[in-house]
Every structure is written in structure tokens, then in C-alpha cells.
């Protein structure tokens, strides 16, 4: 999140909830309060980078961004003179929503030192290094974004990428966000939106000849975010009763099949050497990296029986890790 996108986000708030800031105008936000309502966040939070710009508040900055939050969020937000702004329309896209809503946990996240004794959170995923709405609508309206990359080992063997790219989608995995971009060089390429990304610049050039891109056809057969040329196929796995009904609650894939049910649904001790206590389940997926990462997490409470070569896959990352404690 960048503090100009804090901003803009700020003067949304103030002006669809005036009363929250101490705003008691009839629905109307005269300049002036709108700019000490920014100055006091700005106070509050005066050692905090990420609010340095929120004292810039002329009423030409504030013009400049209510343009930017018109085209964002489809909001239609007036003017009325001697009266101030008002919110007449609001309606958000299913994206930016999504991004709207992680903006509270990534603040919640952001002040979890001062707030600690309130709220105990998991860290927000919301990338500090980007400003996602450009991005969303430079997927939309079809423009290049420049990308300077610097990948980590298991990325390219850190390699540093340059180029032009058409941005095709926005995926959210692992408490990571990715872009998923295209160029001839490269093809269909994952940049994660982390500290890898060293400059990213939504251009306003357009897209010569666009490629059409569907995300759910193409993550159909993959686990996380990593496409491979690996063939997808069905995998069978074995679960334990205690976390069959978990995995049947929050499925591996959306691919997974019941194969049968344990025996013994419920058993007070936990006998692994028990086959009454297995289940079994299948998942349409590329046995991939990311496959290997999800199933160990899974600890001993699952186990790949078949194909062969996906079992043994398992057992070779088991049997290295096992050399390790020898």
C-alpha cells in the first residue's frame, strides 16, 4: 500500500462516513473538514511513513484523488457550494472490494504494536510494494506495465526480468500476492508482488494484440500458483479419520472426490497401523512442487497411495529430510 492510495482511501472513508469523524453536517463534508479529519490521522500516526502524505490535502491534490476514487470505485461523490461533498452513488467492483476489505486487516496488521493488548491477527497479505487499483485497471483497460524483477532461487535462480508485460489477473496465495503477466519472452509468467518487484509502472500504452487469458482455466489443475508442464492426473490419498471430516470441510482442491469413508469414523486413540481409521479421497491436480508442499504440511495424518511415481515422488523429499536428523 502506498501512502497515496492511503490517502485516497481516507477521503472515501471520510466522505461515506462523516459522522465516524466527528463530521455532524447533514451528509455534507465541507473542505476544511475534510482536511482536519486528514491532518488529525496524520497527528495521530506522526512517526508512521505511510501517513506522510496525508497532509497533502489542498483542494487541488483533493480534486486530482476524487477523480482517482470516481474511476476506481464507480462512486458518484458532489459537490454542493457552501455545503461541501457528498456521496450520492457507491458501488465496487468484487475485486476492489476485495481489496477495499484487506485495506482494514492490513491497517489492523500496521498498528498491531500500539494495539496489541486488543487484537491478535494474522499478518495481512496486502502487499506494501504496490498500489493494486492501477494495476486492476490497467488488466482492465488493456495497458503494459513496465517490471524490473529480481527473482529468489526458487523463482528463476535469481534472475533480474525487464521488460513491457500485458497484466492478465491478480492472484492471492500463501498470504502472497502474484501478478500473472505476458510477454513474447517470457510467455504466462507468476512476478510475486514482494520485494522481488523493483519497479513496476503501469504505462498507458495499449496492448497491441491482447492474449485472451481465463484464470480458472488456467489454475484448474494446480495447487497454489506455480503451472508447470507436468501432466495432471487423479491422485489418491489415504486419511486419517480424525482429519478426513477437516479435509472434507476445507478440500484439498476443488477437484477432490470422496473415494470412501473411514470405517471407524471416530476412535478415541489414534492406531495409524489401524486401516479401519483410513479414508480415502482423490484430487485431479499437476503433482507438482506445490502438490509436495501441501501434502507434507498434512504430516503423517495423510499418504499418497497412488500413482506409483507421485508415491515415490513423497517418499524421496521424506526420505532427504529424514537425513537430515540422523
Not at 459522522?19 to 451528509?27: D, F, P, Q, W
Not at 482536519?36 to 512517526?47: E, K, P, S, T
Request: proline residues 4%.
Amino acid at each position: 500500500m502506498t501512502p497515496e492510495f492511503l490517502r485516497r482511501y481516507y477521503i472515501l472513508r471520510i466522505i461515506s462516513n462523516p459522522k465516524v469523524y466527528g463530521i455532524e453536517k447533514n451528509g455534507y463534508v465541507p473542505l476544511d473538514d475534510l482536511q482536519n479529519a486528514l491532518d488529525q490521522l496524520r497527528v495521530d500516526n506522526i512517526d508512521d511513513p505511510l501517513y506522510d502524505k496525508l497532509n497533502q490535502s489542498s483542494q487541488k491534490t483533493i480534486k486530482r484523488d476524487l477523480d482517482k476514487i470516481k474511476s476506481y470505485y464507480q462512486t458518484i461523490i458532489l459537490h454542493k457550494r457552501n455545503y461541501g461533498y457528498y456521496l450520492e452513488g457507491y458501488e465496487v467492483s468484487e475485486a476492489l472490494k476485495e481489496v477495499y476489505e484487506k485495506t482494514e486487516l492490513y491497517l489492523l496488521h500496521h498498528h498491531a504494536h500500539s494495539w496489541k493488548d486488543h487484537v491478535t491477527i494474522a499478518r495481512s497479505s496486502l502487499s506494501s510494494y504496490i498500489d493494486f487499483v492501477p494495476l486492476i485497471q490497467a488488466i482492465e483497460q488493456q495497458f503494459l506495465v513496465e517490471i524490473t524483477y529480481h527473482g529468489w532461487y526458487d523463482d528463476n535462480g535469481f534472475e533480474t526480468i525487464t521488460g513491457f508485460f500485458q497484466p492478465l489477473h491478480i492472484k492471492e496465495i500463501n498470504k502472497a500476492w502474484y501478478l500473472i503477466a505476458h510477454n513474447d519472452a517470457y510467455g504466462i509468467y507468476a512476478f510475486c508482488l514482494d520485494d522481488r518487484i523493483k519497479s513496476l509502472e503501469v504505462t498507458k500504452r495499449p496492448i497491441k494484440k491482447p492474449i485472451a487469458f481465463n484464470p480458472k482455466a488456467y489454475f484448474k489443475n494446480v495447487i497454489g500458483i506455480l503451472k508447470t508442464d507436468t501432466k495432471a492426473e487423479w491422485i489418491y490419498i489415504q486419511v486419517a479419520n480424525h482429519h478426513f471430516k477437516y479435509l472434507e470441510s476445507n478440500p484439498l482442491h476443488h477437484s477432490q472426490k470422496i473415494v470412501s469413508r473411514p470405517k471407524e469414523a471416530e476412535t478415541e486413540s489414534l492406531d495409524y497401523k489401524n486401516s479401519n481409521i483410513w479414508g480415502e479421497i482423490k484430487i485431479y491436480v499437476e503433482p507438482n512442487y506445490e502438490f509436495l508442499m501441501d501434502i507434507l504440511k498434512y504430516n503423517l495424518w495423510v499418504k499418497v497411495v497412488s500413482p506409483i511415481h507421485v508415491k515415490n515422488y513423497v517418499k524421496h523429499h521424506l526420505d532427504l529430510i529424514i537425513e537430515y536428523y540422523k
